[in-house]
């Protein structure tokens, strides 16, 4: 199988805190790997360095056979890594479209001047939520998203990450703030884009979850890698015991 | 009770009601009192919009800086700074120059000016300085300098061309009533059209999306303070063409005008909303007001009870926008 991304040795330190420690993983072409571990094992601090949030101090990150320095989120997008955070990293004061291509807008020309193109944004944000099958009514498309239910924000930021074909998709907590039934579409989408062949790092607490979509599970404690499994060869006594023991 | 629609487009427009309402009691006055008109007076029309013109010019600066969450407290001395360069520079010229002094004059103070933004841009951008702090000093660095370069005095200036400038119409338009007018577009245009706009609401709006969706935004708030120096620059450049002199202390009773038109324009304190034409307004409804004191011919001390009510109002109508219009807030 070809390996996507392979994070070798990566450390990272906050002050007194050592957030990271010597932690290694690798992630093959439409793969599922979990992250799991308990509050402050170092899940988002991993993610945030593989999305060039954070520089590690040392270590160094392998993706697509390429040896890449992430200096900055925009050079992780441009590689085709996108993350969908934990918090959702949203400009509240702005629409629906406008947050899935931040940063990315596409320009057109209005009277030979160069413009936003706010009508394309539009019509493609309507599309990529309706390929996720996520409701969010018509009117409400071009209300800030800081208006939207925690749901409906959830989908613009997973949205988001889809819109670019990602070849590597981070999802920090994809599901922590939807109901059950969109927690069963985030699933089932993950499911999807594995048959897309596109690779997903998928950080969750909900062991239901992680045994449900994830092909191998990494346990990380306090900053360490605890242990490695493969999901079919392994139980949730065993994840729980590595995430807790020691 | 009126519905929620009817509360939301006063919430939204207010300002506008409140300009359209002051215009109509000074017209009333001037039509009872003094038994002739103010808004079709052409001479009462054009001191408002010159009134209007050096304070809508920081402004314009101001709202991007605000939108994007910071504060520019040295725009005011800034502006002052830019008036004494202007008129030096000009006055060290040969006067035969005429018209190309002016130009030196102003390419050398459309330099100097980026300095006072850069470093403003550069404390708060790269060494986490907050901008009300940071901007504070540079108020005072400004200040100083002003005086310094003009000796403590007013530079006077005499060229025909400058005086052409800040006095001269075009159309029956004073030529920096114009000036203000070409800054109010191309800035609506940046602000509303451009990526540079589009990054500085995201910036307002949340920080750490916009960095994480990959906008530099180190580099975007520099290129923030930059501008907002440069129209303080502008606004200077102007006083002194308007006055033949360049004045350290020429926008000092600005500053507060400037952010007061800004918030009065419907800009939020915390970042992420606002828009130049509401700066207009905000800066129009100031003008209107010390202006309109003076009309109806009561002590010119009540101006600033006024325009500090009006603020006020302003920031309360902000606060309470998101009740108005029914949606969730924490109490």
Redesign the interface.
Known sequence: MNKVLDVKSVSKRFGGVQALDDVSIHLNEGEVLALAGDNGAGKSTLIKVVSGVYHPDDGNIIFNNENIQLDNPRFAREKGIETIYQDLALADNLNVGANIFLGREPMTTKFGVPIINREFMLSESKKVLKNLEINIPESSLEEPVGKLSGGQRQAVAIGRALYWNAKLLIMDEPTAALGVPEQRNVMDLIKKLKEQKVSIIFISHNLTDIFQASDRIVVLRRGIKAGERIISETNSDEVVKLMVQG | MMNSKTLKLISNFWNWIFLIFILTFLEGWARIVYGSTFLLNPFVIQSVLLFTAAPLLIGIGQTFVIISGGIDLSVAFAMGLASVIFATVIKSLAPELGYIAVLIGFGATCLVMLIPGFINGTLISRLNVPPFIGTLGMYGVARGTGYLTADGMTVPVNNDFLFYLGTGKIFGIPIPVLVAIFFVIIAH?ILT???FG??T??L???R?????????VKRHILLLYMLCAFCAGIAGMIYTARFSAGAPQAGEPLMLDAIAAVFIGGASFFG??GKIIGTVIGALIIAVIQFGIVFIDIKPFWQFVVVGIVIIVAVIVDQSKNKLKG?RTDE
């Open positions: 245009y059209y451009t990526k589009q990054y609401y995201a307002g709006g949340n750490q999306a916009a960095i994480r969706s990959g906008i530099n992420g909303s949606e």
